[in-house]
């Protein structure tokens, strides 16, 4: 389960957030001012940290380079501040995103997979394995307990978005946009369709159905 810490001074923010992300699958760890965020940020560094810019005893500017500065943790800057001035002071700090106040929580997620693709897509070896299951991102391969798999290149698509976010729910809106390119509402039943063909091959158990949500690819 991928680990966000979420540092956010109003409470009402804080808590609306925190419940919305665990909804979709995450675990949030808050906190309500800069040097508590640092605490929780040293005790146990999460896979991406969620900062607000005007936060008591230390800024968010200043906990992102602090945070930077210990290692390559995705950081998402959040205020209600959108000048240029300030976009620029939090990327030059290392943020490696900007979102202003108010926001779609929907997007604030999909902001949250896309810096956990670009992290993965800079770390993860060149052969992802999952159970019996084995996908070699360099030559496209993909094997099932040593056997050469024939993927239609929409499956495979499919597959490789289930492997960058092994363990995650994914929604069928956020894989139209990611899989089939519909920035729209689309027919889902595209989706169903094809992570039914796509278990039919890999195995009926390695892609669970979360009901109410989505899917999400078994990581072991």
């Not at 604030?108 to 956990?116: K, M």
């Not at 989706?191 to 159905?209: M, S, Y």
Request: a negative charge.
């Amino acid at each position: 389960m991928t680990d966000v810490l979420l540092v956010e001074d109003d409470a009402v923010i804080r808590e609306a957030t925190q419940l919305a992300l665990e909804r979709h699958g995450l675990a949030v760890r808050t906190a309500s001012d800069g040097l508590s965020g640092l605490s929780a940020f040293q005790r146990q560094p999460p896979d991406v940290a969620l900062l607000d810019i005007m936060l008591p005893h230390l800024d968010g500017v200043s906990l992102a380079r602090r945070i930077r500065q210990a290692g390559d943790v995705p950081i998402i800057m959040i205020s209600a501040r959108s000048d240029a001035i300030d976009v620029i002071n939090a990327l030059e700090a290392g943020a490696d995103d900007y979102v202003t106040k108010p926001f779609e929580l929907g997007v604030l997620h999909a902001r949250i997979r896309a810096v956990l693709r670009r992290a993965a897509a800079t770390s993860a070896p060149a052969v992802l394995t999952f159970g019996d299951l084995t996908i070699d991102t360099q030559s496209m391969e993909v094997r099932r307990g040593g056997t050469l798999l024939s993927l239609t290149p929409t499956e495979l698509k499919l597959l490789l978005e289930f492997a960058a976010n092994a363990g995650i729910v994914l929604s069928r809106d956020t894989l139209l946009q990611n899989v089939w390119d519909y920035a729209w509402d689309g027919d889902t039943r595209v989706v169903d369709v094809h992570v039914q063909r796509l278990r039919f091959k890999i195995g009926n158990d390695r892609v669970e159905t979360v009901r109410g949500f989505g899917y999400k690819l078994r990581r072991s």
